[in-house]
Each structure stands twice: as structure tokens, then as C-alpha cells.
């Protein structure tokens, strides 16, 4: 396959492939660079791809790995716990709920351990094995702790996780079950961030998404590849998308371009809408000034898993939506509940604060009447309720009743008794 290099995304210089993630000369961040083949027979590829395993190996050649390994051995040599091929789902009701035709939700909630991480974990962890690493590390808001610590398990690799001390009890508990070394840190994503920076210098191990980074991003395409081939091999007209770092917002569209560019693909580059929660919003914020930088900020909201208060994919992110005449905007913690709620109540899907903010974002856009009632639409859902049920404690009634037909009854509105 056509890897080529590590390059930086300021300068350009580039590096060979290995656990490589900052610029030496100007400290831009690395990007993997393909030279792919121009694909003749658009239809072999196709069938090609869809021949493929149910799961984000399907797109191989598209991945930061060194060689398809052989088709029977695909899910289990790349990764025990098989991510991706999520369901795309066509969500008429949230569509008419907000005046709009045509809207699809991207559950990436089904992944194996319930959020889009198991993407990008599963491609990080199959570099670092090629490059000889037996440790799997992570600085996480969560999601990425869960996941790090069920594939190192289903692989049988070590690993360390770090997660600020204040993560909600679900997330915990779901990730420590794996016996993963979990190390709670006292302070905001950024300070484990900072800490587990410092500790890739000192320890030999794969900090998925630090020294490991350049991969781990390449793992978010697979989310655009799936949604392009679920629909049809075309692109929607405009994505919603949650924005914590900015690294799936910005490889989403990279994965679109990719293609449209080998031809795989009818359509152009999507309408790209970020959504970020207003107890962090660094990029929402720089958004609405017109900025092209991010200032940092202390995180204090509800969606834990989007609190990223310096946000290393920023300034990309505002481009891409600047670029591709899209917005990133933000809600509150109440509007985030009512986003869980509306997606629940419309759809069947619950999803956590984040997938919240994404489809109160979507509700916005909507209500500003930004989306025009035609276009076709898909929400990208990255993560699942039952990790965040504190959110939505008391947001319902329930009747707590004597096992009698005259006590059920009682509870009923007088129209619907019997
Ligand atoms: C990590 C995460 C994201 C996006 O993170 P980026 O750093 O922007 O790639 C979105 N939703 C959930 C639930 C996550 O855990
Ligand atoms: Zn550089």
C-alpha cells in the first residue's frame, strides 16, 4: 500500500513513519501522507471494499498500516475487539420534529465499547504492535481510556490509562474493569494531557494519542468512509459533529476528500458543522470572533468527554468550517440534556451529553433556519447514555403505584381511563 511518510502540517517537512508527532523544526503537528494509486475500475474498488470484513479493515489501504494482513486473520490480528460498520440510520421523525427531510444518524454508540474511540484506538494500536510497542497508553476525557483498556485487554498488551479525577463514575468503572493500570490525576484534561506528554519522553510506551497521534487521527476517516458507502458511495450535503480536540471534525472531512479526489465517490466536501458545549468552547468562541486561533480555556461542563480546553486541532477546524460554509457553535448544559432527550424521544438512541450537544446543535441550525429542508443530512452520534446517566437523573416522572388495577388507574389522565 501507498504509505509515505509522516509530514508536518505547517512546514512540510517530512519524517519517517514511527512514533513521530511534533515538528522539529517549527512544532506543527505530523500527518500521515498516502500516494495512492489512481483507482481505473471504480466499481472493483467498490466491490473490493465491500468484500471486505464488517468492520473499519474493510478500508485497509486507506489506514496508516503497513500491509492488509490476510483476510481471515483481519479482525483479530489488527485488533480483538472489531470497530466500526456502525449503523446508519434514517431518522424521519428527529427529521420532521425540526422541519427537515432528509436526516440520518451516524450511531457510533454501537462500537464495542460504546463511543467512536474504538476507530481510532484500533488503528493506533495496530501501528504501535508494527512498530514493536507492548504498552498502550492514553490521556483521556473518558471514552478513550474505555477504549484503550479493552483492546490492550482483548490484545494482550499492558496498559496505562489517565483520566482527570473527576470523571463521571460510569466511564470508571467500565474502564477499570479491564485491568488496565488506571491513574487518576488530579486536574482538568489538559494537566493529564501535559502529564502524559512529559511521560512519552520517559517511558517506552504508545500514548494513543500522543506520540502515537499522527495514527490515531487517521482512525476518524473510517467515520466518513462508512457513511459514504452507506448512503450510496456519495457524500451528504452537511455533517454535524462533536468537536473536543477538533481531530474527528477535521479527518471526517479529510476522509470525504480522499475519496471524492480517487473518484470512489460522488458529491463534494460536506457542509462541515462543529458543536461544542458552552463550559468549554474554545473553538465555538474563536468561531463567532472570527479568529483564527483558539484562546485556552478551564473546562466546566456536563460533557466531559468534549472538555478539552486547548483544543491541538483548533485552528483546523475553524478553517474546515470557515471553508466549507459551515458554523461551530455551542449549547448549554440544559440545552445538551434536551438534545439527549430529543434524540431519544425521536429516534430509540441514547446517547451521552456529547451526542446531546451534537443533536442540540443540529436543533439549532434547524430553528436558524441554516439547513436548507432538502439536504441530506447525518449527525454523528459518538458515544452512549449509559455512561452519563447523571445528566438526565429527574428529567422524567415515573409512578410508583400498589399492584392494583384501581391504583394503575388512578394514575391515568381521566381521558385515556377506562
Ligand atoms: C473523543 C470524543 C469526541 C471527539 O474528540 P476529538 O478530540 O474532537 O476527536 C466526540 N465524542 C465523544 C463521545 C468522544 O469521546
Ligand atoms: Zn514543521
Same mark, same amino acid.
Given at each position: 500500500m501507498a504509505l509515505d511518510a509522516l509530514r508536518c502540517k505547517e512546514c512540510k517537512t517530512e519524517y519517517p513513519l514511527e512514533a513521530l508527532y511534533v515538528c522539529?523544526?517549527?512544532f506543527g503537528p505530523l500527518e500521515v501522507v498516502y500516494s495512492h494509486d489512481r483507482i481505473d475500475d471504480i466499481d472493483a474498488a467498490r466491490r473490493r471494499i465491500m468484500a471486505?470484513?464488517?468492520? @473499519? !479493515?474493510?478500508y485497509a489501504e486507506f489506514l496508516p498500516v503497513a500491509s492488509p494482513p490476510a483476510p481471515s486473520l483481519r479482525a483479530s490480528s489488527r485488533s480483538g475487539l472489531p470497530a466500526g460498520c456502525t449503523p446508519l440510520i434514517r431518522a424521519d421523525r428527529l427529521a420532521e420534529r425540526l422541519g427537515l427531510r432528509e436526516v440520518w444518524v451516524?450511531? #457510533?454508540?454501537?462500537?464495542p465499547t460504546h463511543s467512536f474511540k474504538d476507530r481510532v484506538v484500533a488503528v493506533a494500536m495496530a501501528r504501535a504492535r508494527e512498530l514493536g510497542f507492548d504498552v498502550l497508553a492514553c490521556a483521556s476525557t473518558g471514552n478513550l481510556a474505555n477504549s484503550v483498556a479493552a483492546n490492550a485487554a482483548a490484545a494482550g498488551l499492558e496498559s496505562y490509562v489517565f483520566i482527570p479525577a473527576d470523571l463521571e463514575e460510569q466511564k470508571v468503572l467500565a474502564t477499570g474493569i479491564y485491568g488496565t493500570n488506571l491513574v487518576k490525576v488530579n486536574g482538568n484534561y489538559d494537566d493529564v494531557n501535559r502529564l502524559c506528554t512529559e511521560l512519552s519522553g520517559e517511558?517506552? !510506551?504508545?500514548?494513543v494519542n500522543v506520540n502515537m497521534r499522527p495514527y490515531y487521527a487517521e482512525g476518524s476517516k473510517t467515520l466518513a468512509y462508512e457513511t459514504a458507502e452507506q448512503l450510496g458511495w456519495k457524500t451528504p450535503d452537511r455533517i454535524v459533529a462533536p468537536i473536543a480536540s477538533g481531530s474527528l471534525f477535521t479527518k471526517v472531512a479529510r476522509g470525504f476528500e480522499e475519496w471524492l479526489e480517487l473518484g470512489? @465517490? #460522488?458529491?463534494?466536501?460536506p457542509t462541515m458543522n462543529g458543536a461544542q458545549a458552552e463550559g468549554c468552547s474554545p473553538v465555538a468562541t474563536a468561531f463567532a470572533a472570527g479568529l483564527d486561533v483558539c484562546r485556552p480555556v478551564k473546562p466546566n461542563t456536563i460533557a466531559k468527554s468534549l472538555a @478539552? /480546553?486547548?483544543?491541538?486541532d483548533g485552528p483546523y477546524a475553524l478553517d474546515l468550517a470557515r471553508q466549507t460554509g459551515g458554523s461551530i457553535d455551542m449549547v448549554n448544559d440544559d440545552e445538551i440534556r434536551a438534545g439527549i432527550r430529543l434524540l431519544a424521544e425521536t429516534t430509540g438512541i441514547f446517547t451521552e451529553t456529547a451526542g446531546g450537544t451534537t443533536a442540540a446543535v443540529l436543533a439549532k441550525l434547524a430553528q436558524r433556519k441554516e439547513?436548507?429542508?432538502d439536504e441530506c443530512v447525518v449527525l454523528y452520534i459518538? /458515544?452512549?447514555?449509559l455512561k452519563t446517566l447523571d445528566a438526565v437523573r429527574g428529567s422524567f416522572e415515573s409512578h410508583q403505584i400498589e399492584p392494583s388495577l384501581a391504583a394503575f388507574e388512578a394514575t391515568l389522565p381521566q381521558s385515556v381511563r377506562a
Amino acid at each position: 500500500m501507498a504509505l509515505d511518510a509522516l509530514r508536518c502540517k505547517e512546514c512540510k517537512t517530512e519524517y519517517p513513519l514511527e512514533a513521530l508527532y511534533v515538528c522539529e523544526r517549527c512544532f506543527g503537528p505530523l500527518e500521515v501522507v498516502y500516494s495512492h494509486d489512481r483507482i481505473d475500475d471504480i466499481d472493483a474498488a467498490r466491490r473490493r471494499i465491500m468484500a471486505g470484513p464488517q468492520n @473499519i !479493515w474493510r478500508y485497509a489501504e486507506f489506514l496508516p498500516v503497513a500491509s492488509p494482513p490476510a483476510p481471515s486473520l483481519r479482525a483479530s490480528s489488527r485488533s480483538g475487539l472489531p470497530a466500526g460498520c456502525t449503523p446508519l440510520i434514517r431518522a424521519d421523525r428527529l427529521a420532521e420534529r425540526l422541519g427537515l427531510r432528509e436526516v440520518w444518524v451516524k450511531n #457510533d454508540a454501537a462500537n464495542p465499547t460504546h463511543s467512536f474511540k474504538d476507530r481510532v484506538v484500533a488503528v493506533a494500536m495496530a501501528r504501535a504492535r508494527e512498530l514493536g510497542f507492548d504498552v498502550l497508553a492514553c490521556a483521556s476525557t473518558g471514552n478513550l481510556a474505555n477504549s484503550v483498556a479493552a483492546n490492550a485487554a482483548a490484545a494482550g498488551l499492558e496498559s496505562y490509562v489517565f483520566i482527570p479525577a473527576d470523571l463521571e463514575e460510569q466511564k470508571v468503572l467500565a474502564t477499570g474493569i479491564y485491568g488496565t493500570n488506571l491513574v487518576k490525576v488530579n486536574g482538568n484534561y489538559d494537566d493529564v494531557n501535559r502529564l502524559c506528554t512529559e511521560l512519552s519522553g520517559e517511558y517506552p !510506551w504508545a500514548f494513543v494519542n500522543v506520540n502515537m497521534r499522527p495514527y490515531y487521527a487517521e482512525g476518524s476517516k473510517t467515520l466518513a468512509y462508512e457513511t459514504a458507502e452507506q448512503l450510496g458511495w456519495k457524500t451528504p450535503d452537511r455533517i454535524v459533529a462533536p468537536i473536543a480536540s477538533g481531530s474527528l471534525f477535521t479527518k471526517v472531512a479529510r476522509g470525504f476528500e480522499e475519496w471524492l479526489e480517487l473518484g470512489l @465517490i #460522488d458529491g463534494s466536501i460536506p457542509t462541515m458543522n462543529g458543536a461544542q458545549a458552552e463550559g468549554c468552547s474554545p473553538v465555538a468562541t474563536a468561531f463567532a470572533a472570527g479568529l483564527d486561533v483558539c484562546r485556552p480555556v478551564k473546562p466546566n461542563t456536563i460533557a466531559k468527554s468534549l472538555a @478539552i /480546553g486547548n483544543p491541538a486541532d483548533g485552528p483546523y477546524a475553524l478553517d474546515l468550517a470557515r471553508q466549507t460554509g459551515g458554523s461551530i457553535d455551542m449549547v448549554n448544559d440544559d440545552e445538551i440534556r434536551a438534545g439527549i432527550r430529543l434524540l431519544a424521544e425521536t429516534t430509540g438512541i441514547f446517547t451521552e451529553t456529547a451526542g446531546g450537544t451534537t443533536a442540540a446543535v443540529l436543533a439549532k441550525l434547524a430553528q436558524r433556519k441554516e439547513i436548507d429542508p432538502d439536504e441530506c443530512v447525518v449527525l454523528y452520534i459518538t /458515544g452512549e447514555g449509559l455512561k452519563t446517566l447523571d445528566a438526565v437523573r429527574g428529567s422524567f416522572e415515573s409512578h410508583q403505584i400498589e399492584p392494583s388495577l384501581a391504583a394503575f388507574e388512578a394514575t391515568l389522565p381521566q381521558s385515556v381511563r377506562a
